[in-house]
Antibody, heavy 116, light 111 residues
Framework: EVQLVESGGGLVKPGGSLRLSCAAS????????MNWVRQSPGKGLEWVAS????????FYADSVRGRFSISRDNANNSLHLQMNSLRGEDTAVYYC?????????WGRGTLVTVSS | QSALTQPASVSGSPGQSITLSCTGT?????????VSWYQQLPGKAPKLMIY???HRPSGVSDRFSGSKSGNTASLTISGLQPDDEATYYC???????????FGGGTKLTVL
């Protein structure tokens, strides 16, 4: 089955760190750019980070640049997001999504709550 | 404030046709044919409905169609059904950023 499954979310204090993962299956993972998109409670979607198939190119939203790091492990069909120096405004459901410019496959998301 | 502007809400009756708008600038919608539309049901992940302005992914009903004129992209839903009630987001490539941008979303209510 073609799917993406996120994990790693939870409650973390401001200034803390968290590492999200996304397990891909059912397609040739290494052939696709992968993305993290987040959605704050009751709010819209925000593109967070993207990484090309061979990890040659990575891009970040201004709001997370310098704090978040996207990476991938093509041997294990997994995508990761290392989040450091977390802030309250980072509280959101984080989705992994496939492909650049069009997100044709989404995971169910994992909730990250930043609160003391 | 989102980079792309969408009306916060629209409503329609079953069987009706309705058009949702997504307004950008010449830095995004106006000069690139990389506009996508997503449907998000409550508590669910978004689902791709339209890509590259007017292309429908396999499995998406042909009641959904996309178009663009100038800096405004549109999603038209014909033969409105109760199951179409959802929030719809547009997105576009933008030369203003290394990542694309989303609209703020339009909540569609089927009366």
């Amino acid at each position: 089955e073609v799917q993406l499954v996120e994990s790693g979310g939870g409650l973390v204090k401001p200034g803390g760190s968290l590492r999200l993962s996304c397990a891909a299956s059912g397609f040739t993972f290494s052939s696709h750019t992968m993305n993290w998109v987040r959605q704050s409670p009751g709010k819209g979607l925000e593109w967070v980070a993207s990484i090309s198939g061979t990890s040659s190119y990575v891009f970040y939203a201004d709001s997370v640049r310098g704090r978040f790091s996207i990476s991938r492990d093509n041997a294990n069909n997994s995508l990761h997001l290392q989040m450091n120096s977390l802030r309250g405004e980072d509280t959101a459901v984080y989705y992994c999504a496939r492909d650049a410019l069009l997100f044709d496959l989404w995971g169910r998301g994992t909730l990250v709550t930043v609160s003391s | 404030q989102s980079a792309l502007t969408q009306p916060a809400s629209v409503s329609g009756s079953p069987g009706q046709s309705i058009t949702l708008s997504c307004t950008g600038t010449s830095s995004d919608v106006g000069n690139y044919n990389y506009v996508s539309w997503y449907q998000q049901l409550p508590g669910k992940a978004p689902k791709l409905m339209i890509y590259d302005v007017s292309h429908r992914p396999s499995g998406v009903s042909d009641r959904f169609s996309g178009s663009k004129s100038g800096n405004t992209a549109s999603l038209t839903i014909s033969g409105l059904q109760p199951d179409d009630e959802a929030t719809y987001y547009c997105s576009s490539y933008t030369r203003s950023s290394t990542l694309g941008v989303f609209g703020g979303g339009t909540k569609l209510t089927v009366l």
